[in-house]
């Protein structure tokens, strides 16, 4: 498990609107990489084809490479729902399927990809992926209950084992905690650290302290203005990025002079 990522010359349009220009990037398996930048730079979007989650907006294309351990994602041949199984996604708001048992939730990626597999294997993904996702023992009682019953921070951690079900080599995360209150970001903040143990996982985050805390590398994108594509401006550790940055824009974002 666990692979990296290398971004060469990508460009991603909405139909003629370039969003992002030219990004190289090199994300190290096992490692913890942040998205940071003002509204509109184009994280979501860049982020979105590291698994080819754009290609389900009608006109969003890319041009460029990204590969995975040197496999490229947008090879001939390559089938997206095969990538996306390989590199897994977390959305914003926590988005278990809500009549679906939180056993059921678990274990949707998989049944997705049509693979057939016995009660007691299914039994055993269902626990390692809730013990993954720091969820087993607030939800082993009641695992044919539905997953809208759980609160806000649990429903995520139930959206991270469906993830981590699936056996994913990276995990993407856009704004995870954005809906969540305190006491829950910081349980995902714990997990996110866990998770860099068996994953590569990269999170587009708004908020400075948690890139801080959480993440090894950060990538500071930004937009000369309205209408202009989003760039990557600096790419380095995280301590770097926040204490001695070497472009001036990523200083003045982090230091909170915009954005
Ligand atoms: N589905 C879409 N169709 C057309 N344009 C889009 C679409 N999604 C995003 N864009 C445009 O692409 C650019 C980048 O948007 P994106 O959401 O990736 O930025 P972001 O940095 O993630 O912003 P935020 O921090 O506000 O979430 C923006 O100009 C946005 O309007």
């Not at 990489?33 to 080819?52: E, Q, V, Y």
């Amino acid at each position: 498990m666990s692979k990296r990522i290398d971004v060469a010359d990508l460009n991603v349009y909405y139909g003629n609107f370039l969003a992002v220009e030219d990004v190289n990037i090199n994300i190290d398996a096992k490692t913890v990489t942040a998205f940071i930048g003002p509204s509109g730079c184009g994280k979501s979007t860049f982020l979105r084809t590291l698994n080819r989650m754009h290609e389900v907006i009608p006109g969003a294309r890319v041009e460029g490479k990204v590969m995975l351990d040197g496999d490229n994602l947008y090879g001939s041949g390559v089938d997206p729902v095969t990538v996306r199984s390989q590199i897994g996604m977390v959305f914003q708001r926590p988005n278990p399927f809500p009549t679906m048992s939180i056993r059921d939730n678990v274990l949707a990626g998989i049944k997705l990809n049509n693979k057939r597999i016995s009660k007691s294997d299914a039994d055993g993904i269902v626990e390692s992926s809730l013990q993954g996702a720091n969820l087993w023992n607030e939800v082993k009682d009641r695992l044919d209950k539905p997953g809208s019953g759980l609160s806000g921070g649990q429903q995520q951690r139930l959206c991270i084992a469906r993830t981590i079900a699936v056996k994913p080599e990276v995990i993407l995360m856009d704004e995870p905690c954005s809906a969540l209150d305190p006491i829950s970001t910081l349980a995902i903040e714990d997990l996110i650290n866990e998770l860099k143990n068996d994953y590569t996982v990269v999170i587009v985050t708004h908020n400075m302290q948690q890139a801080a805390r959480v993440s090894d590398k950060t990538a500071f994108f930004n937009i000369a203005g309205t209408g202009k594509p989003g760039k990557l401006i600096e790419y380095a550790e995280t301590a770097t990025i926040f204490s001695n940055p070497s472009v001036k824009a990523t200083e003045d974002y982090v230091s909170g002079r915009f954005g």
